[in-house]
Each structure stands twice: as structure tokens, then as C-alpha cells.
């Protein structure tokens, strides 16, 4: 079905868009296109039994913020991320103390 798609938009592209932006006269660098969605909603019970498979198998995303990007979209979840560490801004902190902060209970008076 995509692909039928994709053929539709290629030749709305080449014989309508360009040949309207010829005739106008119009610069080819600012011409626009049409470009096809997706064609069904993602399952998101597909791509969880993905993930699942992946934790199952110990192949972890955390180290691919670009793809947990692209999963939040796919849900339509907004989403943001410290490029810097790669770290969710939208969920606290999970760093351990440092020593010096830390109060040991284990000391004798």
C-alpha cells in the first residue's frame, strides 16, 4: 500500500508541483513537496513486544537517545532529553549520592 502511495506522490510531484512551479517562473531551491504519511497508526502492542524481545535478548536503547526519540514519537509522547548526557529531563535525577552527602547510620556516638 505504501508503495502505491509513494508512486501517487511522485507523480503529483513531477507533473503537477514542478510543472506549476515552471510556469510560475519560480526558483527550484524554495520548491515544495508533497510528501505521504504513514499509511495505519503503529501498533503499539508490536512495539512493545519488540522491546520486550530486545530486553529479553540484553540489547538495551538507553545508550540511543535517537531512538528513544523516535519511539516517543511513535506514541506521540512528548519528549525531551539532556543532549549532553543523554539523560530524560522529564524524570528525576537516578545519580547515587556522593559520599560526602551521604549520612552513615553505622557510626557510634
Request: hydrophobic share 30%; no cysteine.
Amino acid at each position: 500500500m505504501e508503495s502505491y502511495i509513494s508512486s501517487i506522490t511522485d507523480v503529483l510531484n513531477k507533473q503537477l508541483v514542478e510543472r506549476l512551479w515552471q510556469l510560475n517562473g519560480l526558483s527550484y531551491d524554495t520548491m515544495p513537496y508533497i510528501e505521504a504519511g504513514d499509511v495505519a497508526p503503529h501498533d503499539l502492542r508490536e512495539i512493545s513486544a519488540f522491546l520486550r524481545n530486545l530486553n529479553q535478548a540484553n540489547i538495551s536503547v538507553d545508550d540511543h537517545p535517537e531512538v528513544i526519540r523516535d519511539l516517543m514519537d511513535i506514541a506521540e509522547l512528548n519528549y525531551e532529553s539532556d543532549e549532553s548526557t543523554g539523560r530524560d529531563l522529564q524524570s528525576p535525577s537516578t545519580e547515587e549520592p556522593d559520599e560526602q552527602g551521604s549520612e552513615d547510620s553505622s557510626e557510634d556516638d
